[in-house]
């Protein structure tokens, strides 16, 4: 059974801490993505990475910093938290290239983070 | 740039009845997929339904079927014989050939009820 592992399902953190969201994959993909899920909004992109070391900013960048040293391990990094962070954060992966067999992209049951 | 416009923010539905769910998208890129994607209160995403652009015929998974209608860039998603345990949000999401990611819309909450 695939699975894509958060390390967290609920944090609370202080205004101006650094944050760490990990997420682990078990299925030797090379695409991890992290999105945040906001009411109203639906699921935007952060950041994207296609093999280790290697990353691309999504739509929402900002605030917002990623690391992926192993290719089971991509982690969201919100070097000084703010309130307006505060949302449901959503980790996935998939294998590269095109093919119905790569387009499937498995999630992760989400962190909901709050800043307070 | 590509967009998805999911204009249904709540639905619902009795159980055993059918119900569709709207989405359009916006995109320059003749080669693509579609995709609906289910988030139960659970919150675990799963895919539910793929489509290629390039293929005519409306993809079906059993209760599920899409109408995928690519000149007026719609794709609906139809379930029939709703179960209880479909009540989820369900997301619309594209993706172009060139690119790994998924672009998806604001959701729709689908309520079952018995």
């Known amino acids: 059974d695939v699975k894509v592992t958060q390390s967290s399902r609920y944090l609370v953190k202080r205004t101006g801490e650094k944050v760490f969201l990990e997420c682990v994959q078990d299925?030797?993909?090379?695409?991890m993505f992290w999105y945040r899920q906001d009411p109203g909004l639906g699921l935007r992109l952060i950041y994207f990475s296609y093999d280790v070391k290697m990353k691309e900013k999504g739509d929402i960048p900002e605030g917002y910093s990623v690391s992926r040293e192993k290719k089971e391990r991509f982690s969201l990094i919100l070097e000084s938290a703010s309130t307006n962070q505060t949302s449901m954060y959503l980790c996935?992966?998939?294998?590269?290239?095109?093919?119905?067999?790569?387009?499937?992209?498995?999630f992760g049951q989400g962190t909901r983070l709050t800043v307070v | 740039a590509q967009t998805v416009t999911q204009s249904q923010p709540e639905m619902s539905v009795q159980e055993a009845e059918t119900v569709t769910l709207s989405c359009t998208y916006d995109?320059?890129?003749?080669?693509?997929?579609l995709f609906w994607y289910k988030q139960p209160p659970s919150r675990q995403m799963i895919l539910v339904i793929r489509?290629?652009?390039?293929?005519?015929q409306n993809a079906t998974e059993n209760r599920f079927s899409v109408n995928f209608q690519k000149a007026a860039k719609s794709f609906s998603l139809k379930i029939s014989d709703s179960q209880l345990g479909d009540t989820a949000m369900y997301f619309c999401a594209f993706m172009a050939y060139n690119t790994d990611k998924l672009i998806f819309g604001t959701g729709t909450r689908l309520q079952v009820f018995p």
């Open positions: 995109t320059s890129e003749n080669n693509y997929y």
């Open positions: 489509q290629e652009a390039y293929k005519q």
């Open positions: 299925m030797d993909h090379e695409n």
């Open positions: 996935a992966s998939s294998l590269s290239g095109t093919g119905d067999m790569n387009t499937e992209a498995f």
